[in-house]
């Protein structure tokens, strides 16, 4: 079997090629990424750009499964072209490459930006309302994969994973950002300390992508990789304080002014020539938002998630020699 992943060499795909490894020592693993590597042990580097076609010299292609996670995921951060460019065309390429090597199972990491913007809870079945690029290039990925599926609906299987915020060694994201606030103790509440945020391990993640890969039926599986129910950012700042030792945050900032303090921090950076990273007026918005999503569905499944926050952040800690979260 091959496992053939596209943005291997990311943050979700790093872990993804361990949790194979360590599943299947005897699996044969490619990973796709514009990102430039060397192989190593078991995986086979090959340098992919999914905005172009895709061929690449694989042995007995059709013996394998692959994983997209290649994706312009950062939002705000980049122009409106580049989500549709590799999320789009991405989605359009990769479906070329199965059909023409004749793979029957594609993973889709798509993301949870697809629902839009609201505090009602949102489930599989709910309707998606996307309100940036970058949701909405994720939600006409879907669409793609779903046409790709139904041309031999009763042999190909698609699964498309809706995560939130995906924390874990060598993310650099949202979780990381927030503890290392927090440790310089310069993180407050924006508005509110009950906004929901879904997040999901990333060892989860990596292990839901496989095992869903090999014992979905054929046919199209959508589920959404979150807590359930989901915590609030005031949990999520407590519990990285107990496992950290990190003080938690006491503030809570009037969000109208945060807004304001960091459209100003912004603007004068971009003035000054820098860009203002982690201090984007409309990430400040977003932190006031709940990204409200269901995972009972993933819960009351045979892929239910193995790691309570705690633990996760707790073995988290741990991978970094307990010297931090990074």
């Known amino acids: ?25 005897v699996s044969t693993i490619y990973s796709l990424d514009i990102v430039k590597n060397d192989n190593r042990d ?11 076609n895709i061929d690449p010299a694989i042995s007995n292609a059709s013996s394998s499964i692959i994983y997209n996670l290649a994706a312009v995921h950062k939002s705000p951060g980049h122009q409106d072209c580049e989500y549709f460019e590799t999320n789009i065309l991405g989605a359009e390429n990769v479906c070329d490459f199965a059909r023409k090597n004749n793979i029957q199972t594609i993973v889709f990491t798509s993301s949870i930006a697809p629902y839009g913007a609201s505090e009602n809870l949102k489930h599989e079945t709910s309707l998606p309302m996307p309100g940036t690029p970058y949701g909405i290039s994720k939600l006409t990925a ?40 927090m440790k310089k103790g310069v993180f407050f509440y924006p508005g509110r300390r009950d906004t929901i945020k879904a997040a999901v391990y990333v060892k989860d993640v990596a292990r839901i992508l496989y095992e869903t890969s090999m014992y979905a039926a054929p046919g199209v599986c959508i589920l959404n990789l979150s807590y359930f129910p989901a915590n609030t950012i005031e949990t999520i700042c407590q519990t990285i304080a107990d496992v950290t030792g990190v003080k938690s945050p006491k503030l809570l900032v009037p969000g ?35 990204t409200n999503i ?33």
């Open 1 to 25: 079997m091959n496992y053939l992943i596209f943005g291997g060499e990311g943050f979700i795909g790093t872990h993804l090629k361990n949790h194979i490894i360590n599943s299947n020592p």
């Open 142 to 181: 879907e669409y793609i994969y779903r046409t790709w599926q139904a041309e031999e609906p009763g042999k190909r299987k698609l699964i498309i994973v809706r995560p939130g915020a995906v924390f874990g060694k060598g993310e650099e994201g949202n979780f990381t950002r927030l503890y290392k606030s």
């Open 256 to 290: 109208n002014l945060l807004i304001l303090i960091a459209a100003g921090g912004y603007y004068v950076g971009r003035l000054l020539g820098k860009q203002g990273r982690g201090f984007h007026p409309d990430r400040v918005r977003k932190l006031m938002i709940s």
């Open 42 to 52: 078991q995986v086979i580097y090959i340098n992919t750009d999914v905005r172009n």
């Open 294 to 326: 269901s995972g009972e569905k993933l819960a009351k499944s045979r892929y239910a998630l193995t790691y309570t926050l705690k633990e996760a952040i707790e073995d988290w800690f741990i991978d970094c020699n307990r010297k931090g979260l990074f």
